[in-house]
């Protein structure tokens, strides 16, 4: 399918599990990111990639840890989940740069930790 | 930190009726965006509007900057049922620590038939 794919769609872990949650694009954009949204918070981003092996913390990167292989995925691992870490993950993709112009979302991964 | 506040928080209205959500941020832009995003989805992009614009058109949607005010305001022209769902201003701030895309907490707008 052609767009921007996230999987699971929904997850649910225990406290000091690891987790990944996965990001697949099709279009070739070479600009990836990731959300979490929280009540009260709006989206907050938590990593980028300009590239392929080119990563760079947001506002929120405590936690998470990315990695960018090839173009089209960009998988985001929570190494010892929290439950501070329950919340809903958005993943996106850009053809330029970070508010440079529009960002294609994926669907969403709804990731509660116990 | 959300560079962007949106005002009212939630909005409710009559289909045919016009919506105005507005969006506040506190410093300088290179461009601002609205996104809408429908319950369980992700964020649709709608417009951007560059700092050196003051008005823009997109079918029924309307976009005004006041980068003087630091304010904008997102019109949604004879709504739709359709419409429901929550709007989000996002910035792309000119700043020395990075050129990161901030979102605000969003209006939640619900267009009754």
């Known amino acids: 399918d052609a767009g921007i794919t996230q999987s699971p769609r929904y997850k649910i872990t225990e406290t000091g599990r690891q987790v990944t949650l996965m990001c697949h694009q099709t279009w070739s954009h070479s600009y990836m990111f990731w959300y979490r949204q929280d009540l009260g918070h709006g989206l907050r981003l938590i990593y980028y990639s300009a590239a392929a092996d080119i990563t760079d913390k947001g506002e929120v990167p405590d936690g998470y840890v990315v990695s960018r292989s090839k173009t089209e995925n960009f998988p985001l691992t929570l190494e010892s989940a929290t439950r501070s870490q329950t919340s809903v993950y958005f993943c996106?993709?850009?053809?330029?740069?970070?508010?440079?112009?529009?960002?294609?979302f994926g669907p969403g991964t709804r990731l509660t930790v116990t | 930190s959300q560079q962007g506040e949106e005002d009212p928080q939630a909005l409710s209205i009559q289909e045919g009726e016009n919506a105005t959500m507005n969006c506040s941020y506190k410093?300088?832009?290179?461009?601002l965006q609205w996104y809408r995003q429908n319950s369980g989805r992700g964020l649709v992009h709608l417009i951007l509007i560059r700092s050196n614009e003051r008005e823009k058109h997109s079918g029924r949607l309307r976009v005004t900057l006041d980068t003087s005010k630091k304010s904008s305001s997102l019109l949604i022209t004879a709504s739709r049922a359709a419409d429901t769902a929550s709007y989000f201003c996002?910035?792309?701030?000119?700043?020395?620590?990075?050129?990161?895309?901030?979102f605000g907490g969003g209006t939640r707008l619900m267009v009754k038939p």
């Open positions: 410093t300088s832009i290179n461009n």
């Open positions: 996106a993709s850009s053809e330029t740069g970070q508010g440079a112009g529009e960002q294609y």
């Open positions: 996002a910035t792309d701030p000119r700043s020395d620590a990075g050129n990161m895309l901030t």
